[in-house]
């Protein structure tokens, strides 16, 4: 199982971006995917999650502001980040934990490359 995140980069505080995150290796579905991130120093931190149910989570500091969304079919998680403020700079990661593919099932996360995400003027 592998995870490709995209859509990192430098934005003004106040923009939006686009976080995306697919999945693949003969996935047939995922209990939960979501998004971390982390800052030099600091531990890796749960931005916002997404449950085969449809149920998410958010950090309190991103409520409001970002929205998380999967499209089941195609194993791809994505995070909506509007009103960005420098706080928000970090490297994200994306998630995926509990994976049945077509002949097993992963109990435990996989981790996507992480993509830079910069709030700055």
């Known amino acids: 199982v592998q995870l490709q995140a995209s859509g990192g980069g430098l934005v003004q505080p106040g923009g939006s971006l686009r976080l995306s995150c697919a999945a693949s290796?003969?996935?047939?579905?995922?209990?939960?995917m979501g998004w971390y991130r982390q800052t030099p120093g600091n531990q890796r931190e749960l931005v916002a999650s997404?449950?085969?149910?449809?149920?998410?989570n958010y950090a309190d500091s991103v409520k409001g502001r970002f929205t998380i969304s999967r499209d089941a079919a195609r194993s791809t998680v994505y995070l909506q980040m509007n009103s960005l403020k420098p706080e928000d700079t970090a490297v994200y990661y994306c998630n995926a934990r509990g994976v049945y593919t077509s002949d097993n099932y992963y109990p435990t996360s996989f981790w996507g490359q992480g993509t830079q995400v910069t709030v700055s003027s």
């Open positions: 290796g003969s996935i047939f579905s995922i209990n939960f």
């Open positions: 997404n449950s085969n149910s449809g149920s998410t």
